[in-house]
């Protein structure tokens, strides 16, 4: 039989560590976001910046997906991204890796 989640006081459910660590992973993701608008803006102004990587359309199902990582690879891959022209988030590596692995698909770029 599954373990119960604790209640609060109140009667809501607890946040598990784990939910707890999510959350403040995200939280820690912020001020990243905030310096990839910041570099958006600034490539966008830039005369002759030409993105080399497709974009992809998003419809009006897009597909949220949780995934399970090392902790390394995906700690050096978000450390990577901050210094990377084309992908300005995990999602879209992700993206594009599946793309190319599906064969480059040219049905779903926009």
Same mark, same amino acid.
């Given at each position: ?10 009667? *809501?459910?607890?946040? +598990?560590?784990?939910?707890?660590? +999510? ?20 490539? !966008? #102004?830039?005369?002759?910046? +030409? #993105? ?7 419809? $009006? =199902?897009? *597909?949220?997906?949780? &995934?399970?990582? =090392? #902790?390394? &690879? @995906?700690?050096?891959? #978000?450390? *990577? ?5 084309? @992908?300005?988030?995990?999602? !879209? ?6 793309? !190319? ?5 040219? $049905?779903? &770029?926009?």
């Amino acid at each position: 039989m599954a373990e119960k989640t604790p209640k609060t006081p109140k009667g *809501k459910a607890a946040w +598990t560590p784990e939910q707890k660590e +999510t959350l403040r992973s995200l939280l820690d993701l912020y001020p990243r976001l905030v310096e990839l608008v910041d570099w958006y803006e600034k490539q !966008q #102004r830039i005369e002759g910046y +030409t #993105r080399k990587t497709p974009v992809f359309k998003r419809g $009006d =199902n897009p *597909k949220y997906s949780g &995934i399970v990582l =090392n #902790r390394d &690879i @995906f700690d050096r891959t #978000r450390e *990577k991204l901050k210094d990377d022209r084309e @992908f300005k988030s995990l999602s !879209q590596l992700i993206e594009y890796l599946l793309w !190319q692995y599906a064969g480059e698909p040219e $049905d779903v &770029i926009e």
